[in-house]
């Protein structure tokens, strides 16, 4: 069975704040794949990075960087001088490989408050 | 990235009455589909997940008889909540899932149907 952790449920932040959500996942697959979703207020949940398994390289996107730590079966998410517009909820998921149903796993989100 | 589109956004509905929530696949064809179920501060729930041209595959604990699902098309699928009762109002997403090549499978998500049954 899968399972994401998102162990923070609420963060709040000053704006230009660095913070970094925690994801923490198990699986016995030894190819998956890792995303993580925004879900602003309006609902929309708005893809922001996949990551094979097999790629445990970190990416940089902006403010946005993902640290894949397969060791510790981590994904963290940092967002580096946080803006107002990033109060969101996000969503860690994990899917097993293509071709087997392909269900997203979703931990239970973290909450980020960004304030001026 | 891939747009996926929902219709309704909203929707307000009497007890009793059926309604029907479609998703769309604008720029990519989705052989699967999934549909899901949001409680206010939770996260998502999936209900059932669609296939074109065959059955839908339900989760457990999910009525298929009181959640209708119709994957008609590649672009196309379609929620149907019959006999609608006040338990049922929330925040239904679907997502389509884009196959990609080279594994950039990757699931994209409606903006949601927001339903309140009386």
């Known amino acids: 069975a899968q399972k994401v952790t998102q162990a923070q449920t609420e963060i709040s932040v000053v704006e230009k704040e660095d913070v970094t959500l925690d994801c923490v996942y198990e699986t016995r697959d030894t190819t998956y794949y890792l995303f993580w979703y925004k879900q602003p207020p309006s609902g929309e949940l708005v893809f922001l990075i996949r990551?094979?398994?097999?790629?445990?390289q970190n990416e940089i996107s902006g403010r946005y960087s993902w640290n894949f730590q397969k060791s510790t079966s981590s994904f963290n998410f940092t967002i580096t001088a946080s803006q107002v517009v990033d109060s969101a909820v996000y969503f860690c998921a994990l899917t097993p490989p293509l071709g087997t149903a392909s269900k997203l796993t979703f931990g239970t989100g973290t909450r980020l408050q960004v304030t001026l | 990235g891939a747009v996926v589109s929902q219709h309704p956004s909203w929707v307000i509905c009497k007890s009793g009455t059926s309604v029907k929530i479609e998703c769309r696949s604008l720029?990519?064809?989705?052989?699967?589909m999934f549909w899901y179920r949001q409680f206010p501060k939770q996260s998502l729930m999936l209900m059932a997940t669609?296939?074109?041209?065959?059955?839908?595959?339900?989760e457990q604990g999910v009525e298929k008889d009181k959640f209708l699902i119709n994957h008609a098309s590649l672009t196309l699928s379609t929620l149907t909540v019959t006999s609608a009762h006040p338990e049922d109002s929330s925040f239904y997403i679907c997502?389509?899932?884009?196959?990609?090549?080279?594994?950039?499978?990757?699931?994209?998500f409606g903006p949601g149907t927001r339903l309140l049954v009386l």
């Open positions: 720029d990519f064809q989705a052989t699967t």
């Open positions: 990551r094979n398994s097999f790629d445990e």
């Open positions: 669609s296939n074109e041209g065959s059955k839908a595959t339900y």
């Open positions: 997502s389509a899932r884009d196959a990609g090549t080279g594994g950039r499978e990757t699931q994209y």
